[in-house]
Nanobody, 114 residues
Framework: QVQLVESGGGLVQPGGSLRLSCAAS????????VRWYRQAPGKEREFVATFTSVGNTNYADSVKGRFTISRDNAKNEVYLQMNSLTPGIRAVYYC????????WGRGTQVTVSS
């Protein structure tokens, strides 16, 4: 059974940092394209960042220069380092792994507030 489990969310002050983790079981993340998305209440889910199987990365314009996606093959995890977090952000962050099939985690809540 494939599982993606996000963690690392929480409450952070504006300008602060968080590192989200996406831990996988049942699949090998290094063989998949892994993406992070986020969804704020009442809004559509939006793309945040990509880490391809060959190590290419891509980011939404809104997070470029502040967020970094990375992967640890030994741990079978993908991370999203988020710096300079914008005040007022309240969203659930999801990871997604795609290759032949498409898997989503259940998300981790991030709230940026003072």
């Amino acid at each position: 059974q494939v599982q993606l489990v996000e963690s690392g969310g929480g409450l952070v002050q504006p300008g602060g940092s968080l590192r989200l983790s996406c831990a996988a079981s049942g699949i090998t993340l290094s063989l998949n394209t892994v993406r992070w998305y986020r969804q704020a209440p009442g809004k559509e889910r939006e793309f945040v960042a990509t880490f391809t199987s060959v190590g290419n990365t891509n980011y939404a314009d809104s997070v470029k220069g502040r967020f970094t996606i990375s992967r640890d093959n030994a741990k079978n995890e993908v991370y999203l380092q988020m710096n300079s977090l914008t005040p007022g952000i309240r969203a659930v962050y999801y990871c997604r792994a795609q290759r032949v099939f498409d898997f989503w985690g259940r998300g981790t809540q991030v709230t940026v507030s003072s």
